[in-house]
């Protein structure tokens, strides 16, 4: 407690009036001076009991209001990051399928191409194989490797069985184009 006594102090010790002499004594004086102060305090700041009640219900409402704009904010703000995150998800989804016909079609793509080039090859051998037969010799190769040309007998054909590879590596190859289309094994 402070040294002097403080009006606080002199207001809760003087109110202690049981008897009528104590509140027209000394007490009682002190009392009603501490009490004139409040109330010239609030007379010269308009603070009436009415207007203070007023506000105290106002202050409560608006207290109210607060925290309901707050709980209403923060539901408002975890809503949203749902639906944030909701649409994330489904933008990866729909990527991930996007890339996965990318990556599907690169796929046939590559395949396509490999069967072109497996085309080129066969083709490339046909007409080697006919150059071969007009110019009447045979390629032999020995086990270590060498080439030797020898001349080709008479009843053989070197471009007819080269043919019948190329006519089913281009069925195979518009099997890949059109996939609606019955494979030759089908058809047999």
């Given at each position: ?36 102060a ?17 506000e ?22 975890d ?6 995150k ?77 043919e ?25």
């Amino acid at each position: 407690m402070p040294d002097g006594p403080s009006l606080l102090t002199r207001i809760v010790a003087s109110i202690r009036a049981l008897l009528p002499s104590d509140w027209f004594g000394r007490a009682g004086q002190r009392f009603r001076d501490a009490t004139q102060a409040v109330s010239d305090f609030a007379e010269e700041h308009h603070l009436r009991p009415k207007d203070i009640a007023e506000e105290g219900i106002e202050l409560g409402r608006r207290k109210l209001e607060g925290l309901a704009n707050q709980e209403y904010a923060t539901a408002l703000k975890d809503f949203a990051d749902a639906e944030q995150k909701t649409i994330e998800t489904e933008f990866q989804r729909r990527s991930l399928e996007s890339k996965v016909r990318r990556e599907e079609a690169q796929a046939q793509k590559e395949e396509v191409e490999v069967r072109l080039a497996e085309l080129k090859v066969i083709e490339a051998e046909v007409q080697l194989r006919q150059k071969l037969t007009e110019a009447g010799v045979i390629l032999y190769r020995d086990s270590a490797g060498n080439l030797t040309a020898l001349s080709l007998p008479p009843s053989c054909d070197l471009v007819r069985p080269a043919e019948r590879r190329l006519i089913e590596a281009r069925q195979d190859a518009g099997a890949l184009d059109d996939p609606h289309q019955p494979s030759s094994s089908a058809e047999d």
